[in-house]
């Protein structure tokens, strides 16, 4: 598959999402991008944003084994992981695999469990296995997951731990739609209660599991060259320079944003980088790995601000 071929499916893709989602364009190219870079994706924002309709979406047109996890305060791994369970008439231990063993798992409102239960999640997103009683499970090569989260400040929440962050390729804030947007919203919507279900709003599948490993060899084949990987580290090396910010981003971090911009190349039909991809998606892939120095704090500045006169301030390359 040549590049002109994944943009083409991407638009397919993007159609079809569209089709139940008004809106939050931005969000679902950020999905699309982490597919192919091979990322996991945490969205945050306000309850009734369409979080959980975009992830459902998103799994249907690609038919994704969907699995979803609603976390909640008395979660326990074991919910999400599986167990070993002793069967008394064959006196044998056997696994009962738990809903992570998909290829795209929606962790519901992921900081509504405290952080025990969080780091279930680590081992299968950086390795894509699980182990249960010291043995190894291999999890889907395509295994792919979709956080929601409300924002931190609502009552019950947890922050999720720094270590758990920097497994995401990107954090999507959803803002609330436009005046003309949620007009288009209650039209579409207004007819019923509870949650959408994608296949009764017209959602069809335009690709399957040996598309989207075709596709994410695809992006395997974008150059990137010197120039880029040497924006790509300036831009990351900078988050750990600036006086606004106190823990800047890692290396994981630089290693993800290039993979990222490969995605979003190949996205728009090009095989090579460009700068303009880096300073595309370097807000989203840095705004939850880098911690405010306490004086921006005091200043009321968000990490946004702090990136944006990062980004500002590091020359790409022409």
Request: aromatic fraction near 4%; hydrophobic fraction near 45%.
């Amino acid at each position: 598959m040549n590049v002109d071929e994944v943009r083409a499916v991407a638009g397919r893709i993007r159609a079809e999402v569209r089709k139940a989602v008004v809106g939050q364009d931005h969000t679902i190219d950020l999905l699309l991008t982490a597919l192919v870079a091979g990322g996991h994706m945490l969205m945050e924002g306000p309850p009734g944003a369409a979080k959980t309709l975009i992830a459902q979406c998103f799994a249907r047109t690609l038919d994704l084994r969907f699995g979803r996890v609603q976390f909640t305060p008395d979660l326990m791994p074991g919910d999400i992981l599986g167990v070993n369970l002793f069967n008394f008439q064959t006196s044998t231990f056997e696994v009962r695999k738990g809903p992570i063993f998909c290829d795209l798992l929606l962790a519901d409102e992921i900081n509504r469990s405290p952080p025990k239960t969080q780091a279930a999640l680590l081992e299968a997103m950086q390795e894509r296995q699980v182990t249960l009683d010291g043995t190894a499970h291999p999890l889907s090569p395509r295994f792919m997951v979709v956080a929601t989260q409300n924002p931190i400040e609502q009552q019950g929440t947890y922050p999720l731990p720094e270590a758990q962050l920097d497994r995401f390729l990107f954090k999507a804030q959803l803002q609330y739609p436009t005046e003309a947007e949620e007009r288009a919203i209650v039209a579409a919507h207004g007819l019923r209660t509870g949650q959408p279900d994608p296949v009764a709003l017209g959602v069809s599948v335009v690709a399957d599991a040996e598309m989207v490993s075709t596709l994410i060899e695809a992006v395997s084949r974008v150059r990137l060259v010197d120039e880029v990987v040497n924006y790509v580290v300036a831009l990351v090396r900078a988050t750990r320079q600036s006086a606004d910010i106190a823990v800047g981003a890692s290396p994981r971090a630089a290693a993800m944003l290039a993979a990222a911009a490969r995605g979003r190349a190949a996205l728009d039909g090009r095989d090579y980088v460009i700068p303009d991809d880096v300073k595309a998606l370097a807000p989203d892939a840095l705004r939850h790995r880098i911690l405010l120095s306490p004086a921006a704090e005091i200043e009321g500045r968000s990490a946004d601000e702090a990136l944006a006169s990062l980004i500002a301030r590091v020359e790409p390359p022409r």
